[in-house]
């Protein structure tokens, strides 16, 4: 019997050890989350898609210029000018047929860069035609190739396209710059249609200038669209009515503003391996990785090892009632205030210290984690069963304390 409680009291022993440790460890600091944090605020940086938001300024464009005209004229002189079908799928789409331009975003730049970028909140711009200057230009370029068509005696063309994408006036608006432009100026400029057509001889472009002007689209800005992405909101805060950008960057900003999405991500990993911290639990050595694991299974293998001992003294406790009795370990004594202490320290503290380290270390997509969080629930059960164990006990000495007084 002695030597199964001392067993018994060692292991509990070994159970405070050790939750004090798990709790020491949980509480201390650590820059792992705010490091993962920021490492998640540039992957969602990285995630913007310049495509999708040329996509998007597409549709904004569309609606822009929804109300100008730009088949009656086109219509109307093929109508007057050659017989049958003349035209091959043209897209009118405004989107398709004008210059528009926006900054794009500037994913290769160092974040500070990326930062003024965002602040600037570039807008998009749209080249206007204006209406005659457009119908003008339409007629001009039909009777021209109806001119050069006539001269074959050839009774029909087809028209493939015809768009007002001049890269010149584009070379020139993205040299100029949104941010120079400034909001609210349009900007007074030349755009060449050109008309594709093809019949059955060599057919040279139509290319006749078009005045129209660059004017922003105040409702179409880069952080307009960032506001329709759900996943893109985070990037921006408000701060004393300023406007502020990466909010899980600023603990580390000065580590990574230099630097590019990738290696800042790349940084900021090595800072998370070089923070981690190790702890010793039950003589070894264990890393933060897989401590999520290995502190809640010490726990339920020293309950568990406890309650084998209990269940053991039970059994043998006949004969040996006076061992029992006046064995020094406070889980055996029946006063109240031993039974509270009891309960604290075989079923609070173990519970605070798995909710603490696994708080610490949650990670949802990790295997350990799951299985330590099932330990941690099969602790929970085997300490109830130490305690009730133990009650047994008490009521068992308490029982003959009070004996030879009856």
């Known amino acids: 019997m002695d030597e199964s409680l001392k067993s018994a009291r060692l292991t509990y022993l070994a159970l405070l050890a050790v939750c004090a440790t798990v709790l020491l460890f949980g509480f201390s600091p650590s820059k792992t989350p705010m490091y993962q944090a920021a490492i998640d605020q540039l992957e969602t940086l990285a995630s913007i898609d310049n495509a999708a938001m040329q996509s998007a300024l597409g549709e904004a ?30 897209d009118f789409a405004p989107a398709a047929m004008v210059p528009h331009y926006m900054e794009s975003f500037p994913s290769e730049a160092s974040l500070a860069e990326i930062e003024t970028y965002i602040l600037a909140d570039p807008a998009l711009y749209v080249f206007k035609p204006d209406q005659q200057a457009w119908d003008q230009a339409v007629q001009k370029g039909l009777r021209n190739i109806y001119r050069q068509v006539s001269r074959t005696d050839a009774r029909s063309f087809v028209i493939e396209s015809l768009d007002l994408k001049d890269t010149a006036v584009l070379w020139k608006i993205s040299n100029v710059g949104v941010g120079a432009l400034g909001r609210g100026k349009p900007i007074d400029a030349q755009a060449t249609l050109t008309i594709h057509w093809d019949y059955h001889y060599d057919a040279t472009p139509q290319a006749i200038p078009v005045r129209g002007r660059f004017e922003p689209v105040l409702s179409a800005t880069f952080s307009s669209w960032m506001d329709r992405q759900e996943s893109l909101r985070d990037l921006r805060f408000r701060q004393n009515s300023h406007t502020l950008v990466f909010p899980k960057l600023r603990p580390v900003w000065d580590q990574v503003r230099a630097s590019t999405i990738d290696a800042a991500i790349a940084a900021l990993g090595q800072n998370i391996a070089a923070s981690k911290k190790h702890i010793t639990v039950l003589g070894l050595n264990v890393s933060e990785d897989v401590v999520s694991l290995v502190a809640p299974l010490a726990i339920l293998s020293l309950v568990v090892y406890l309650l084998t ?98």
């Open 61 to 90: 464009v569309n609606d822009e210029l929804g109300d100008f005209d730009f088949t009656s004229e086109f219509t109307l002189n093929m109508t007057k000018y050659v017989s049958g079908e003349a035209r091959a799928g043209i």
């Open 309 to 406: 001992h209990l269940k053991h003294i039970w059994q043998i406790r006949e004969g040996n009632i006076a061992i029992l009795m006046s064995y020094p370990w406070m889980a055996l004594f029946p006063e109240t205030l031993a039974r509270l202490l009891t309960l604290v320290t075989l079923l609070l503290l173990p519970t605070t210290a798995n909710v603490v380290i696994l708080l610490r270390v949650w990670d949802i997509h990790s295997p350990l984690a799951w299985i330590g969080l099932a330990c941690f629930v099969l602790s929970l059960l085997v300490e109830v069963g130490v305690l009730k164990k133990l009650a047994m006990l008490q009521r068992e000495i308490s029982t003959h304390l009070r004996a030879p007084s009856a």
